[in-house]
């Protein structure tokens, strides 16, 4: 199994962020970011830009150039990604949140288990395949628990009242209708004299089955020997007034449609439209408001957090992301 290390970020990696101008050729050579004091690190930028390197390489697709827009976005995209799990990783503090060792361990013995059998000699391989260290994938790992904790504790008010549920509910009836439906069988010909024959075979006792086996046009429905489900508005309109008119059993004449020619027979009697009671909903769309709301409450506190260090971040020359709005691609000093 082919894995990258994509697989193994933090599930809010590549956050794009667009901050400052131009470079600060106070930043060490070694760093291509200083956030609130703190290096991030010129060799980690590498390292990602290697991991895609392999991926593109993989995939036999060619890296993009230096200087290019291609490339000037995935670096904008590393960058800004480097730059926000250190100012997660401060702001944990703030809020009390802490990752230990232990949940470290156990979240990558769930990973060997789920992509390697636990077979540690495999996870082994692929690291080395990747070019990765253990040590790059435990901190990756201890970067997506610190923002899954960041995440649940940034949204742990979320709630969602039994009105905001209702008003949903209302709104968006459709999803929760199902319309009148009925199995039929079908022998769909192309022409009015190959489709009165067919009808005529039928009337005589032919075996429908067989005949829409052997003659019928519908992939969808020959092998199953022209069987379907038609829910009502959804076929085109001179089979769905057929399919519904009929009578259980009854074979119907040549029905002309822009597919051809259908011998139609209805074989039970049609299912009523019903719509689903909200209460057989009513958690599943709160689930999915809940969902909706949490993911805009930590959006907010990402854009809040932006704004808090946006003196607080400088960029070495060639690395700073451009202003809102425009491509970067005219960035120099673009390194591979």
Known sequence: MKTSRLLLLPALALALFAAGCGGDDEVPKDAVAVVDGE????????????????????????????????????????????VQRVEFEQQAEDLEIEVTEKQVDARLEQIKKQYFGGDGKKYEKQLRDQ??????????????????????????????DDKAISDYYEKNQAQYS??????????????????????????????????????????????????????????????????FLLENNAISRPIKTEFGFHIIQPLKQATAAKVTPLADVKESIRQQLRQTKKNEAMTKWVDDLKKEYEDQVSYAIGFTPPPAGTTGATTTNAEE
């Open 178 to 243: 199902q319309p009148e439906s009925r199995e039929v069988r079908h022998i769909l010909v192309k022409t009015r004299p190959e489709a009165s024959r067919i009808y005529d075979q039928l009337k005589d006792g032919a075996d429908f089955d067989a005949l829409a086996k052997k003659v019928s046009l519908d992939t969808g429905s020959k092998a199953n020997g022209g069987k379907l489900t038609v829910s009502r508005g959804q076929t085109v309109a001179p089979f769905d007034m057929t399919a």
């Open 131 to 160: 070019g990765l260290s253990d040590a790059q994938v435990r901190k990756d790992i201890r970067s997506q628990i610190l923002n899954e904790k960041i995440f649940n504790k940034v949204t742990a008010d979320v709630k969602i």
């Open 39 to 82: 290096k991030v690190a010129r060799s980690e930028y590498q390292a990602i830009i290697n991991q895609s390197k392999k991926s593109y390489k993989d995939q036999k697709r060619e890296f993009p150039a230096a200087g290019s827009q291609e490339f000037q976005t995935l670096k904008n995209q590393v960058v800004q990604f480097l």
